[in-house]
């Protein structure tokens, strides 16, 4: 596996592959790699004849209070993983590569951006689709993978890739779960004992969420108001937000249907973990 | 030539030659091509194998009082001008091609494009890089050619693509003029008589800031107190800025140096005139 740290010799090995032929796979990631990432990974191996995955933990998606400097960091570990699973390039910028001073281009997928987690983290997704503009137009992938615990960037990216007319494919992953319902996430490192126990409730909520579609419940605000019991009974939790949405533009729906997205943020101590399902889905 | 009008085939035929090899030169515009936009297609097709000309006036960048509804057109007047020299492609799409409903996406460079034209027309710019960018990623040139009569789209454009990694380089290409100074502008269209004749005064007040940097006067100040009297002496005219500035950045200098750009924008009548020039230059 290369490790490429610079933007000038990542898009020359991108020329090069181009100039073989073959398909490139990218998996773009912030590090600290768990099972949903390298779920990411196999897939691209599988389906792509190379991959790359980038680690770049991109300050400008974190807001002023938020965990940009104690985002956990295990490049040793992660490197050891991406090498057993045969990627090609290990793509590690710095943070001046990506963004060198006077920086000052952003992209900004307007309205989806502003709702859910970007209505309590604003800036989050201009940030987000700044730096994934910029990473596909240095390794020019063929599909990149993102996961589906992170529905609403997903959402926004693939508005991103059509609107401004981006040749390539998105590609969704099913969320990993711990064997106990909690969505793999590199911020469960941060929860101590009593907050993983707390943290289960977000995978309860939701299972709430679908039983009660199944059984014939489809007032967003009941479900909504089950799920939230099922959340506030727990120690140090506290909610941000929990939606039922349209799952493309996220605007909130009265009525659940069978594709609707139920979403949810809620603080554990002090950390923040999302979740999400969609209705009518196993 | 080739006429194109969905970005589907636009890029077909991109993907077509780029199997064959050779360069793309690109010429974006808003169509009623004058000697202008024509010099910036003939030094596309002495440099690269093959060119597109874009014609499409974009919604995206005029504000709510702006002249988007009278802009001139002479669709077939600018055809005949592409076929004679020699351009592979007219790329002329609808607004609805571009802007499918639900369109959400924008690319924005921030700070300069606050400055000289951006504050008096909030969101131009960010209609013009947002264009500028999908027309790149459905054309992919190797050089883009816009004139320096719009230096600061010019230099907008340019910070984009560094900022955001894209592949091709930007080539900006003299202010032609009519033989009595006034710069090429499909705008000079809406001029009345006396208007053409108040016109004048732009270029005079730039000739004016040049000789006095000439013989050695450097304040900022006294150079654009001389340039306004030239403007306010003419019938019909009001200033919308003056300014001597840095030529990248754009910020206001105090002290004029050799490389110092001097910009103004001034309404005639109705229409907003925007000409400029390097000091030091010939």
Tied chains: 1, 2.
Excluded at 53 to 73: C, H, M, R, W
Excluded at 135 to 155: C, M, S, T, W, Y
Excluded at 250 to 276: C, H, P, Q, W
Aim: glycine share 8%; aromatic share 8%.
């Amino acid at each position: 596996m290369k490790i490429i740290r610079s933007v000038k010799e990542m898009k020359n090995w991108t020329y090069e592959i181009r100039q073989e032929g073959g398909t490139v796979g990218f998996v773009p990631t912030m590090g600290f790699l768990h099972e949903g990432h390298l779920s990411l990974v196999r897939e691209s191996t599988s389906k792509c004849n190379h991959t790359v995955v980038s680690i770049f933990v991109n300050a400008k998606q974190f807001g002023p209070n938020e965990d940009l400097d104690t985002y956990p960091i295990d490049f040793e570990g992660d490197k050891k993983q991406l090498e057993s699973l045969n990627v090609d390039v290990l793509f590690y910028p710095s943070h001046e590569e990506i963004y060198p001073e006077g920086h000052a281009t952003f992209v900004s997928v307007e309205e989806l951006s502003g709702r859910l987690c970007g209505k309590s983290r604003p800036g989050f997704f201009r940030g987000v689709t700044t730096v994934v503009i910029k990473l596909f137009n240095i390794v020019k992938p063929d599909i990149a993978f993102f996961g589906e615990k992170d529905r609403q960037q997903l959402g926004v990216i693939k508005k991103m890739v059509t609107d401004l007319n981006l040749d390539l494919s998105i590609k969704g992953m099913p969320i990993i779960r711990n064997s106990d319902g909690l969505a793999l996430s590199s911020r469960n490192d941060y929860l101590n004992k009593e907050d993983r126990d707390s943290s289960l409730s977000l995978s309860k909520a939701l299972n709430k969420a679908k039983l009660m579609f199944a059984e014939g419940e489809t007032s967003a605000k009941v479900i909504k108001g089950e799920m939230t019991k099922i959340i506030e009974k727990e120690k140090n939790t506290r909610i941000d937000y929990i939606s039922l949405s349209h799952p493309e533009n996220f605007k909130e729906m009265e009525k659940a249907v069978s594709y609707s997205l139920v979403a949810l943020a809620v603080f554990v101590g002090k950390t923040r973990l999302i979740d999400n399902c969609i209705l009518g889905s196993r």
